[in-house]
């Protein structure tokens, strides 16, 4: 009996354990008897009684009946052992030399298709333009419209154009770094996730997202400030316009609203009960105040998730500043009801009752509600 001269023992030395692993569907078969069925290409179950075992080959071939089992329990007797089937177990030889000439040539191609794909991921590496994209995809993956984007872009340039990693990395250009760490801003994702669509490695993803981050904390101060003095005005008088639009009369002296948002974590190893808020996940609840424009002036970031909002305010720079006087002109913050009345701060009558306490609740609620879903989003 002729066995084919397939390939040489190097090449056929890491198929062993493949072969051993599609013959394990065989191995139940000896509990159930004689079985006749037949294998198609493709990932198939052969069933009889309750055997529902998955074998994966890429041709077809067909058992005789009255077929009982010898399997081999090693990796070095797989061969010997299904000789030792065919020969004693009534199988065609021709349907063993299929068997193991199938498993040659799909490893081969196996690995001709892992060099290509080795290739394609490495040409797949080269950033993709970011200019090329359309304005809808753009906003849905950074949550920025063009505009924006190349605004902020243009802020944050002379910080990102310093190369400070080798690889990969030094490739990238302000522009596809700005866009990776947006990606990951926007959709809290895994970093290989943002890495993939942007055609980078996970590692370059997480060092593109450290130096945008960097960056925009380093030039944070020159947006996120109180209005001047002059400045204001202005904002008072925004303010008062909220109110008078719809009531007729608007609120006074508004240098802000102020407003908390659980900015969600992941649970930290060092006392994860202290960052589940009352929304049943892992927070930072951040202290937001915030101008008639959208403009964020202050944020306050340093208590976990379960901490309530007028408990963070009490521990807030913002209020000490307001109780020393003197940094803020006269005026105060509109908060909602979850704040205590103080004198910086106003908040809504609770269980109003004359039409003064429900005009003053409704001019209260006209001021604040166009800046609340901001801050809440």
């Known amino acids: 009996m002729h066995w084919p001269q397939l390939v ?139 505009r924006v984007f190349n605004y902020v872009l243009e802020v944050l340039t002379p910080s990102l154009e310093r190369n400070t990693r080798r690889g990969r990395y030094e490739h990238l250009t302000p522009m596809h770094k700005l866009y990776v760490a947006l990606q990951f801003y926007a959709s809290g994702g895994f970093q290989w996730l943002v890495g993939g669509s942007s055609r980078i490695s996970q590692s370059a993803v997480s060092n593109a997202i450290s130096e945008v981050t960097s960056a925009l904390v380093a030039v944070s101060q020159q947006f996120i400030r109180f209005p001047t003095a002059r400045e204001f005005t202005e904002v008072k008088q925004a303010f008062y316009q909220l109110g008078l639009t719809q009531h007729g009369v608007g609120f006074p002296n508004v240098l802000g609203v102020i407003d908390c948002t659980h900015c969600r974590v992941q649970a930290p190893s060092n006392a994860p009960e202290q960052y589940f808020n009352r929304h049943l996940y892992h927070s930072i609840n951040v202290q937001l105040i915030a101008g008639p424009d959208l403009k964020i002036y202050n944020v306050f970031a340093e208590f976990p998730g379960s901490n309530h909002d007028s408990y963070i305010w009490r521990n807030s720079a913002v209020r000490n500043a307001f109780e020393e006087g003197g940094t803020f002109p006269e005026g105060w913050l509109v908060v909602d009801s979850g704040y205590p009345q103080e004198p910086w701060i106003m908040t809504p009558v609770a269980n109003a009752t004359s039409p003064a306490e429900h005009l003053y609740n409704s001019v209260h609620i006209s001021t604040r509600n166009p800046i609340d879903p901001f801050i809440n989003h």
Not at 80 to 93: A, D, G, P, Q, R
Not at 99 to 108: K, M, S, T
């Open 8 to 146: 040489d023992v190097v090449t056929v030395y890491p198929i062993l354990k493949k072969i051993k692993m599609n013959l394990q569907w065989i191995h139940q078969m000896h509990t159930y008897g004689p079985i006749s069925s037949r294998v198609t290409t493709g990932t198939n179950y052969v069933s009889h009684g309750n055997v529902a075992n998955k074998f994966t080959t890429d041709f077809k071939f067909e058992l005789s009946r009255d077929l009982h089992l010898l399997f081999a329990t090693t990796y070095w007797t797989v061969v010997s052992s299904c000789i030792l089937f065919c020969h004693f177990y009534t199988v065609k030889m021709a349907a063993a030399r299929q068997i193991l000439a199938a498993l040659v040539v799909d490893e081969l191609v196996n690995r001709g298709d892992s060099d290509s794909d080795e290739e394609e991921q490495r040409l797949a590496r080269i950033p993709f333009s970011i200019q090329e994209m359309s304005e809808r995809n753009l906003f849905q993956k950074t949550r920025l419209d063009r």
